[in-house]
């Protein structure tokens, strides 16, 4: 790879950059009165699979704040339904699969298409909006394994992870069958966004952290993730590999791969950094709650963040998880010029 000249690019690769380059997980979204005014017209799924729609909605937060990169406008879940998972986003609920995964049978009947038969969309949308971006990075993504397991065998979000934790004790060469589907299914799809035009692209691992122990993670996941990110050094683009609720084993995370780890808030970056290595680039880590407080107090987050990181080189300014739908726009433009002017080395 010749070296990169985008400022976000760079940190990927823990090259210097003129100032920290940031964007936001969920940076297109309901917070957005432009989003709000196009998701009055068309479902979340149309919005998903029509290239041109997908593709305003991923320039919508560009134009608007000027952000270092853009993130493809889709969801994790929709390639479950190319594996025959009946997906639905039920308003004011979240999303719901019709047909969860209950016996090693469903693991078997589920289907392993290639992502241009079920995703043709989302890889259209990629172009077109890599077109129009011009130098801006956009960045891929793809649920991981373990996240869209959870999904799937709980049929929609859960708080105790206790369908799938007990398919995958009680089950364990389904629970093999069932990870190796979606480490093909995923790798596939995630190649293809690098082929369609991604310059990067974001592996979310949202669930795993919440629901296992360190030595379920090494035995359950661990595995799965690293075959994944191997597959993936196949792209040309770094990848960013983030996990939520990690940081008890964050050493095990990093041990999986990837250009880039991407960390919640639970540990200030410096900590992460002493136990994983401070040449590895790392993405984030303000708490997204901090852009409902007034100012004075996202101010101070933002400077801790920024202290903590203390201008070194693979810095990449992030939430440590997706914004709220109830963040005023007026702090995501302050909290962008206020990262885009700070100098980046004090010494
Ligand atoms: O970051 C981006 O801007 C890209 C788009 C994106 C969405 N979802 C759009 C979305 C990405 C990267 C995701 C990832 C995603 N989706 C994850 C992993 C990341 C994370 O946040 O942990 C998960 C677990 C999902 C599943 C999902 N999709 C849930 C739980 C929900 C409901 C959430 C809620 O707050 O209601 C969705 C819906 C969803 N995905 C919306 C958006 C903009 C809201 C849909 C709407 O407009 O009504």
Redesign the pocket.
């Known amino acids: 790879m010749t070296e990169p000249t985008a400022r976000f690019l760079r940190a990927c690769c823990g090259l210097p950059t003129d100032r920290t380059p940031i964007w936001l997980?969920?940076?297109?979204?309901?917070y957005m009165a432009e989003y709000r005014a196009l998701?009055a017209q068309h479902s979340?799924l149309e919005c998903i699979h029509t290239p041109e729609l997908a593709a305003e909605i991923t320039l919508q937060p560009i134009k608007a704040f000027g952000f270092d990169a853009a993130?493809?406008?889709?969801?994790?879940?929709p390639p479950l339904a190319g594996m025959g998972l009946n997906l639905e986003?039920v308003k004011g609920e979240?999303?719901v699969l019709h047909n969860r995964i209950e016996t090693t049978r469903d693991v078997d009947m589920l289907a392993v298409p290639p992502a241009e038969e079920t995703m043709g969309g989302t890889l259209k949308a990629i172009e077109l909006a890599a077109a129009e971006l011009g130098t801006t990075p956009l960045i891929g993504?793809a649920?991981a394994p373990f996240?869209l397991a959870s999904y799937a065998i709980e049929g929609g979000?859960t708080k105790t992870y206790q369908r799938v934790k007990s398919f995958m004790v009680r089950e364990p060469a389904a629970w093999k069958r069932l990870m190796n589907k979606l480490v093909t299914v995923q790798g596939d799809y995630l190649l293809k966004q690098a082929k369609a035009g991604a310059a990067a692209l974001q592996l979310?691992d949202?669930?795993a952290g919440h629901a296992l122990s360190k030595q379920d993670y090494v035995r359950y996941v661990q595995p799965y993730n690293k075959a994944l990110l191997a597959a993936l050094s196949k792209a040309g683009v770094p990848v960013i590999n983030f996990s939520?609720g990690t940081t008890p084993y964050i050493e095990e995370v990093a041990a999986c791969g990837g250009d880039v780890i991407g960390v919640d808030w639970h540990l200030p970056l410096d900590e992460v950094w002493a136990r994983i290595g401070y040449d590895q680039p790392i993405q984030g880590n303000l708490d997204p709650i901090a852009l409902l407080a007034p100012w004075r107090e996202l101010q101070t987050r933002v400077d801790d963040v920024l202290m903590r990181a203390n201008g070194r080189s693979g810095h990449i300014f992030n939430l440590g998880?997706?914004i709220y739908?109830e963040t005023p726009v007026e702090n995501v433009q302050r909290l962008v010029d206020y990262v885009r002017e700070k100098p980046i080395r004090d010494a």
């Open positions: 997980m969920r940076q297109a979204g309901r998701r979340m993130i493809i406008f889709s969801d994790i879940l986003f979240g999303p993504f649920g996240t979000g979310f949202s669930w939520t998880h997706g739908k």
